[in-house]
């Protein structure tokens, strides 16, 4: 079950002292309404409820599914360290993960039935293809959905206030899986940070073979 905490607070505008909910723990199996939250990046939202003043209130997290098997562990800005896993999710998939841009993306992959890993390696490969197209040194991608065969990436373009969107072909995630089984890529143990180095990595390793 997911794990509520009250905590209390004071409005840094008015200074009304109130409660503020927090979760050490979601699962969305049981709390689907926490996971629209996850969805919708408002885990961290709150407002006051005397001046409305609105604030972002990042804290570490746990976000689970026992149903699809996997557990992400949130630690906003990526300091400090992960939880340690568990026995009883010794046997999930286990992402550490620093916002909820980032949760939001695992939770659409793995509901996909896609392997993040091989993901971050497509998304590596669309963004060497389409770099020329934006003045930028770094793309953005996040994976947004799958759509009549093709894998739609929603990528943030810095300087840009909307994403734009670009999609590939399924075979390429197919070559991607082909390349991980090549490399006899296993998962790293615990709370593994699967991203765009660890997929840089990835190819870097590849081509030397």
């Given at each position: 079950m997911?794990?509520?905490?009250?905590?209390?607070?004071?409005?840094?505008?008015?200074?009304?002292?109130?409660?503020y909910r927090l979760f050490a723990s979601i699962n969305a199996q049981e709390n689907p309404e926490l996971k629209q939250q996850a969805l919708e990046e408002t885990v961290f939202d709150?407002?006051?409820q005397r001046c409305n003043y609105f604030a972002a209130m990042a804290y570490p997290f746990l976000y689970m599914d026992p149903?699809?098997?996997?557990?992400?562990?949130?630690?906003?800005?990526?300091?400090g360290q992960a939880a340690e896993p568990t026995e009883a999710v010794e046997d999930f998939v286990k992402r550490?993960?620093?916002?909820?841009a980032e949760l939001k993306e695992k939770i659409l992959i793995f509901d996909s039935g896609l392997d993040d890993v091989a993901v971050e390696v497509v998304k590596n490969a669309l963004c060497t293809i389409i770099k020329n197209k934006y003045t930028a040194n770094r793309l953005h991608p996040y994976f947004r959905r799958l759509q009549e065969g093709n894998m739609e990436f929603a990528i943030f373009v810095p300087g840009q206030p909307e994403p734009v969107?670009?999609?590939?072909?399924?075979e390429v995630y197919q070559q991607s899986q082909e390349v991980l089984r090549t490399l006899d890529?296993?998962?790293p143990p615990g709370f593994a940070t699967i991203d765009a180095r660890l997929a840089r990595g990835i190819i870097e390793q590849y081509q030397a073979t």
């Open positions: 997911s794990t509520e905490i009250l905590k209390d607070i004071i409005c840094p505008q008015c200074w009304e002292a109130q409660k709150w407002r006051c149903q699809a098997r996997y557990v992400i562990c949130v630690t906003p800005g990526g300091g550490r993960v620093k916002n909820l969107y670009h999609s590939t072909r399924m890529f296993l998962d």
